[in-house]
């Protein structure tokens, strides 16, 4: 960021956005930030997963039953999903299990069903730390399955975990970023960006957790993620 | 003068949530909720449990309610109030409402009226104490900032 400032060139937001129109990316999608889509009939959840994720710098669309959340993302039965959605893309939802209507179980499966939304990972939260349901989430294809009450440790873990996910289609991942951002400030033609990810996505991330990130964006469900919410569950009381 | 006033109200506000932990009416997810106030978020902490105050009144209403009817006690409508006041107390921190709501709810899996009464009795004398003493945790907060605001004037 000194860098920048010391090259005159103007902020990081506005130089990513030049960056990526050089790569066909749309730019009204703020690529900077995750958009999660959450969803919980409780108001004191809504409000606390809100201000958990907006402090960890993601976007979030709140929303309060199943059904919204899939009017929200253009499956609603009863409109045609023709439309789509620039700048409205959604990088994670995440879920309460228990909720009148469809639960969240319910609304996976849906997302799950959907050619168009399938690939978005999906976290379920529930109050109950009940296994068989855990065990039925991930068979489902959720990613990871919070125990609530949820706190600022359980969104960084899923932080870490977006960012590499998302930013894998863009030629970037997490920690990286910054490397590579650097090493533009210093060159004077535009970045030449390789599009192997693997390349790219570094082990170096502090979250133990989330070792497998040969897992792209069209595996749904990856075998491996299986390991980190029983191990959330164990480690219920760390801070990692 | 006026920066001990200041002082003082933090000491007091400190020693309240040392009492409250020590007496499990609050836990550690309750200092998660101070931990996501800040200047961009100044009151979030009051505006949640706020929130959660105006929730746990209908449910406890409700709950009432359910519980008065002799002829039909809906137990499963009793289970459903139970489990959202337990996961909005969970949420905010207050582990002894929480733990009431556990013991309403297996009451109610059993259909047990008499045990429902008692834990709704339970319920509500332990929610009136965490409103009470929240309440007086707020107000400490508020004198903390307008004589911490004093010692500070404006300039210009």
Redesign the interface.
């Known amino acids: 960021m000194n860098n920048m400032a010391r090259n005159g060139t103007v902020s990081r937001r506005f130089r990513r956005s030049e960056k990526v129109d050089g790569f066909d990316f749309s730019p009204a999608v703020e690529s900077e930030e995750v958009h999660v889509l959450a969803v919980d009939d409780?108001?004191?959840?809504r409000?606390?997963i809100e201000?958990?994720l907006r402090?960890s710098s993601c976007k979030v669309t709140a929303v309060d039953s199943g059904i919204r959340a899939l009017q929200f993302l253009g499956l609603d039965e009863e409109k045609s999903s023709s439309v789509g959605f620039d700048g409205l893309k959604v990088d994670l939802i995440i879920t309460d299990y228990?909720m009148?209507g469809m639960t969240g179980y319910e609304l996976l499966k849906k997302i799950k069903e959907s050619s168009a939304f399938r690939q978005i990972p999906v976290v379920i939260m529930s109050?109950e730390n009940v296994l068989t349901r855990i065990d039925r989430c991930l068979e489902e294809g959720a990613e990871d399955f919070i125990v609530?009450?949820?706190?600022?440790s359980d969104v960084k873990r899923l932080r870490d975990y977006m960012n590499k996910e998302v930013k894998m289609g863009n030629e970037e991942s997490g920690i990286n970023k910054r490397k590579l951002r650097e090493s533009f400030d210093l060159s004077s033609s535009p970045p030449s960006v390789s599009s192997s990810p693997s390349s790219l996505s570094s082990p170096s991330s502090p979250s133990p957790s989330r070792s497998p990130l040969s897992s792209s964006l069209s595996a749904p469900s990856s075998p491996t993620s299986l390991d980190s919410p029983i191990r959330r569950l164990k480690m219920t009381n760390t801070d990692y | 003068m006026l920066g001990l006033g200041a002082d003082r109200l933090r000491a007091d506000m400190s020693r309240l949530l040392a009492l409250l932990f020590h007496q499990g009416v609050l836990d550690e997810?309750f200092l998660?909720?101070q931990?996501?106030q800040?200047e961009s978020?100044p009151n979030?902490v009051s505006?949640?449990v706020n929130?959660?105050f105006h929730?746990s009144e209908k449910l406890l209403r409700n709950l009432r309610g359910l519980l008065m009817d002799r002829e039909l006690s809906d137990y499963k409508k009793m289970g459903?109030h139970l489990?959202?006041f337990?996961?909005?107390s969970?949420?905010?921190?207050a582990k002894r409402v929480r733990n009431i709501c556990v013991a309403f709810r297996a009451a109610s899996e059993q259909n047990n009226r008499a045990g429902c009464l008692r834990a709704l009795e339970l319920l509500e004398h332990e929610y009136c104490y965490l409103k009470n003493k929240l309440h007086e945790l707020f107000q400490l907060e508020q004198q903390r900032a307008m004589a911490a605001g004093v010692r500070y004037p404006m300039q210009n």
């Open positions: 409780s108001l004191v959840d409000k606390v201000r958990l402090i228990c009148p109050s609530k009450p949820v706190k600022l | 997810q998660q909720l931990q996501l800040d978020s979030f505006e949640v929130i959660y929730e459903i489990n959202q337990m996961g909005s969970s949420s905010i921190g």
